[in-house]
């Protein structure tokens, strides 16, 4: 399935989304294909993904996104099938639970977070099975439970030194003597941070 960069002027609209929050509610064009559609290439001028989007699309196992996207939203990919992952680096914000797949197990297993990140909203990649992530240099923020639940997660690198907030068990019961490399400029304020996230995590400065 293809979506021009001309719909909606780039901005996909916020999808049937129960009760997740009390924006207004749209049936997209392509809802009727939920259960059917398996890739997804959304063209050059789509800014943003709406909440929900392509929830519940359970076929769904590879998106082919534009440089110009900037926002996802809200489980905008929840319950996907979804193996793989590269996001443009113009993406600035993940919303909560967008990648969370509620219903089928995580099938993640390689990401590269966008250069241009801040925002990580809480649950993006809860329940996911890659081994190792980097966080990029302009996170502010990464949201409670983000990456709870990843076991298969072994190595974190935090290269960003704008860090604000790192949400109430944020890496929750990761990968067993995992390590986690932050920065020595912010290495006491993260420690505290990080503490507070995970349990176990081993914290390495760099």
């Given at each position: 399935?293809?979506?021009?960069?001309?719909?909606?002027k780039?901005?996909?609209?916020?999808?049937?989304a129960?009760?997740?929050?009390?924006?207004?509610?749209?049936?997209?064009?392509?809802?009727?294909?939920?259960?059917?559609?398996?890739k997804?290439?959304?063209?050059?001028g789509?800014e943003?993904?709406?909440?929900?989007?392509?929830?519940n699309?359970?076929?769904?196992?590879s998106?082919?996104?534009?440089?110009?996207l900037?926002?996802?939203?809200?489980?905008?990919?929840?319950?996907?099938q979804?193996?793989?992952?590269?996001?443009?680096?113009?993406?600035?914000?993940?919303?909560e639970?967008?990648?969370?797949?509620?219903?089928?197990?995580?099938?993640?297993?390689?990401i590269?977070?966008p250069?241009?990140?801040?925002?990580?909203?809480?649950?993006?990649?809860?329940?996911?099975?890659?081994?190792?992530?980097?966080?990029?240099a302009?996170?502010?923020k990464?949201?409670?439970?983000a990456?709870?639940?990843c076991?298969s997660?072994?190595k974190?690198?935090?290269?960003?030194?704008?860090?604000k907030?790192?949400?109430?068990?944020?890496?929750a019961?990761?990968?067993q003597?995992?390590?986690?490399?932050?920065?020595k400029e912010?290495?006491?304020?993260?420690r505290?941070?990080?503490?507070?996230?995970?349990a176990?995590a081993?914290?390495?400065i760099?």
């Amino acid at each position: 399935m293809t979506i021009s960069g001309k719909y909606l002027k780039g901005k996909l609209p916020e999808g049937i989304a129960g009760g997740y929050d009390k924006a207004t509610r749209y049936e997209y064009k392509w809802s009727s294909l939920r259960g059917k559609v398996k890739k997804v290439v959304l063209k050059k001028g789509v800014e943003r993904i709406g909440h929900n989007a392509f929830g519940n699309f359970t076929k769904l196992k590879s998106v082919k996104f534009p440089k110009t996207l900037k926002r996802i939203d809200a489980y905008a990919f929840s319950d996907t099938q979804i193996s793989s992952l590269q996001l443009p680096d113009n993406v600035t914000v993940i919303g909560e639970g967008a990648f969370y797949p509620s219903i089928i197990s995580g099938k993640i297993k390689t990401i590269k977070l966008p250069a241009k990140l801040k925002t990580i909203g809480k649950w993006a990649f809860e329940e996911q099975k890659f081994t190792e992530l980097t966080i990029p240099a302009n996170v502010e923020k990464i949201g409670a439970q983000a990456f709870s639940g990843c076991q298969s997660l072994k190595k974190i690198v935090i290269k960003s030194k704008k860090l604000k907030k790192i949400g109430s068990r944020a890496f929750a019961t990761i990968g067993q003597n995992a390590v986690i490399f932050v920065p020595k400029e912010r290495a006491e304020d993260y420690r505290k941070m990080i503490e507070d996230s995970t349990a176990h995590a081993q914290i390495v400065i760099q």
